[in-house]
C-alpha cells in the first residue's frame, strides 16, 4: 500500500476508534453525572470528581472535616412558651429533660431581674415570687447533657392585665403612730379563696424582729397582731405584694406598696367594772387610777381585751345604731372625747350628764369619765383623751356582759396564740 493510502486508512480507522470511544466516554460521562448529581451536596463527591486516586484521597478528608456537629441531648422547656400573652404571673418553670440546667436569667421589659432558685436536682427552675401582672418577661436558659454539651434557649411572654381586682384597705396610715395593742385590720372588697397566698402576700419587718401572723375572720378581713404587745419605739413596714396573685378565681389583688408605722409608748388601762375604777399603767412605770361607770345590768359592758380603734373629740351616739339596748331610748349629739373599742358601739368616753363616776354602773354598755359638755381638755376624760393612741389596749373586767368576740373590733387579743 502506498504510504498516503496507508495513512488515510489509519486514519479512519482511529476515528471509527475515537467514535467508539466517545460514544462509551458519553455514556460513561452521563452515568457519573447521575452520580456526581447525586454527590451534589457532599464535600466528599466534590474531591473524588477532581480526579484520579488523589482525589479520593482528598475525598476522604473532606469527609472527615465535614463530620456533623453533635447536639446537645439536653432538651430545655420554659413555660410559658415563647410569645404567650394573659400569662398566668405564677405560671414561669423552667425546666430541662436529659440534663442539668446551669443557668436562669429572667428579667422584665426594664431590665430588672426576677430572684429564682435551681432545683437540687438540677431538673427545674422558679421564680421566687410571682411575677408582675401586665409585664413583658425575657426568659434565657442554659443546660449540659452528661457529656457536657451544652443547649441554651430564648423566649419572651406577657403576663395578664386583670380585668378584676379586689380592692385592699387597711386601719394603718403611713408613717402613723399606734399603741402597743395595736391590730391590723386589712378589709377585701371582694371574697377571697386562695387565703394563704394572700396571707404570705402581706409581710411584717419589725425593727426588734417582732414575728407578725395573720388570721382570717371571715373571707373578707384578715388581722396581723404579734404573739405579745409590741415593744415600744418599734419601727414596722407591712409589705403589700397582691397584684400578682390570684385571690379567686379571675380576680387579683390590686397593691403593691411598703407601708412604715412606729408603735408608740406604753400604756395599757383596765376599767374594774366592781369597782368602778379604771387603772392605767403606763411606760414610765407610773400608775394612775381614773373614777368611771361602766354598762348598767340592763346593758353591761363586754368583757376582754380591746383596743382603741378611732378617736373622735365629739361624736354622736344614738341607741338606734346599737342592737338589743335595754330601756329608754337615747340620743347624745355632743359626746365629748370619744374613742371606739368596738364595732358595736362600745366606748371609752367622756360624760357630762352624769354623776356615777367610781360608784355605779349607769351606762349602756360603755366605759366613761368625768368631762365637760363640748369636751373640757383639762377634765379626766380630757386629759386621757389626750395621752392616748389608736392601738391603746383597755381591758374590761368583771363586768356583767359576755366576752368581746374577737372580730368585734380589735378584739383579737382574746384568741390565744396557738389558735391565731
Known sequence: ???????????RINTRTAGRAVRRSGIALAMGGVLLLGAACSSSGGGSAAGGSGGATGGGAASAAAEPAKVSAAQLTVTPKDGATDAAPNALQVAVASGKLTNVEVTDKNGKPVAGTIAADGLSWKPTEALAVGMVYKVNAQAKDDAGLEAASTSTFTTLTPAKTAATNDNISDNGTYGVGMIVSVAFSKPIKNTKAVADGIT????????????WFGSQRLDFRP????KPGTKVTIHYRLKSIEVSPGVYGDVDKDEPFTIGRYQVS????????MTVKKGDGSTQTIPITAGNDDNPSYNGTMVVSSKEKVTRMNSATVANVVGGEYDVPDVPHAMRLTNSGTYVHGNYWSSAFGKSNA?????SMQDGKGGDDNSTAGKFFSSSLVGDVV???NAKGKQVSPDNGLSGWNVAWGSW
Open 270 to 277: 383596765t376599767a374594774d367594772a366592781a369597782s368602778h375604777q
Open 227 to 230: 404573739a405579745e404587745y409590741w
Open 1 to 11: 500500500m502506498k504510504p498516503v493510502r496507508a495513512a488515510d486508512a489509519a486514519i
Open 363 to 367: 351606762s349602756h354598755g360603755c366605759i
Open 204 to 215: 411584717f419587718e419589725a425593727s426588734d424582729g417582732t414575728k407578725v401572723k395573720g388570721h
Open 395 to 397: 381591758k374590761i373586767v
